[in-house]
């Protein structure tokens, strides 16, 4: 049984580098992930970051392998002008964009404020990606209000939308909508959350929109040509999770900003640090450890992220992966 890979890149901003260098680096892994036979590379949003460049997943998305957003948060934007968006991008390359999206605000709760700005309605994420899926299908009802409206232009092959998340909570959404589920893992950090959410995935999913499951596992992934060396590029990586008095949770990238989000969310909060879940070693590791994954979760595609610098060293990684799937026994 082969698997599948597929690239997330989040264009990481590294001490001493402009935005236009990590675009720079986002340009070129995707023409290597081209090259290497990879499936699909999506790009991720983030907002007032001074560790991300990638604001705006559309803006980066041009290439000639599948392409997509990793997702787009659309709890800031108008399902309409989401659809238009990628409408374009699926006009400029037919069948090969994908339209992820995500229930995180991806950014500071500032930058969310700014994002929502001048925003009226409150409608729920499920609300949205329903209107969504009329608008990209051109399927609006006749008593819509909006009816007659279209997100022009109408292209052959409409964008593929997927729900990202990393609890059971979007994995009931995806379900209930009948649309493809990718589960973060490198997000939320808990194999056994990754093994509950795909089972409600696959026990809840409504066939009546005339599609079968389809699930996707997104792994912080290293491969070194040694362990130790491996070991060196996770470097003193860690999860951190902010839990907000209201109930919310969120992972940031770092303590730092796990405070600054605290301060502007403006409630009592604490902060938790735990061991990141990154599959790291040699070739012959991390295609064990993705074996195993595949056999306890069933799932054949897994989209790999890999914000390790030096930037040659990423490259590297990818090439040691490729090779690595490239040499899986038939019988594996």
Do not use: C
Not at 191 to 203: G, K, N, P, Q, T
Request: negative net charge; without cysteine; proline residues 5%.
């Amino acid at each position: 049984m082969g698997i599948t890979i597929s690239v997330l890149d989040q264009s990481p901003m590294y001490p001493g580098e402009t935005a236009a260098e990590a675009f720079a680096h986002t340009v070129l892994l995707a023409q290597k992930s081209e090259e290497l036979g990879f499936r699909r590379f999506w790009v991720s949003e983030h907002h007032d970051s001074d560790h991300v460049a990638g604001s705006s997943p559309p803006a980066l998305l041009g290439f000639r392998i599948r392409v997509g957003s990793g997702g787009v948060m659309l709890q800031h934007y108008s399902p309409y002008k989401v659809a238009e968006n990628f409408n374009v991008l699926a006009a400029l390359a037919p069948g090969r964009v994908d339209l992820g999206i995500g229930r995180a605000p991806g950014g500071l709760p500032r930058s969310t404020q700014a994002l929502q700005r001048g925003v009226q309605e409150d409608a729920s994420l499920t609300d949205k990606i329903v209107e969504l899926r009329k608008f990209v299908h051109n399927t609006l009802e006749e008593d819509h209000p909006l009816a007659g409206l279209r997100a022009a232009p109408l292209p052959e092959t409409a964008p593929e939308l997927y729900v990202l998340g990393a609890s059971a909570g979007s994995a009931e959404i995806a379900a209930g909508l009948g649309l493809p589920y990718v589960f973060s893992l490198f997000i939320n950090g808990e194999e056994s959350a990754a093994l509950e959410a795909i089972r409600v995935y696959r026990s809840t999913f409504d066939y009546t929109y005339g599609r079968e499951p389809e699930i996707l596992v997104a792994l912080s992934v290293i491969v070194a040509d040694t362990e130790a060396e491996a070991a060196e590029l996770a470097g003193a990586m860690k999860l951190v999770k902010i839990h907000l008095a209201s109930g919310r949770t969120l992972t940031l990238g770092t303590r730092e900003q796990a405070e600054e989000f605290g301060r502007q969310a403006g409630e009592p909060y604490t902060i938790e640090e735990q061991e990141p879940f990154i599959t790291k070693g040699t070739k012959e590791t991390v295609r064990e450890q993705l074996l195993r994954l595949q056999r306890a979760s069933g799932v054949d595609e897994i989209i790999v992220t890999s914000n390790i610098q030096p930037f040659a060293k990423r490259i590297r990684s990818f090439e040691l992966l490729s090779e690595a799937l490239a040499e899986v026994p038939a019988e594996a």
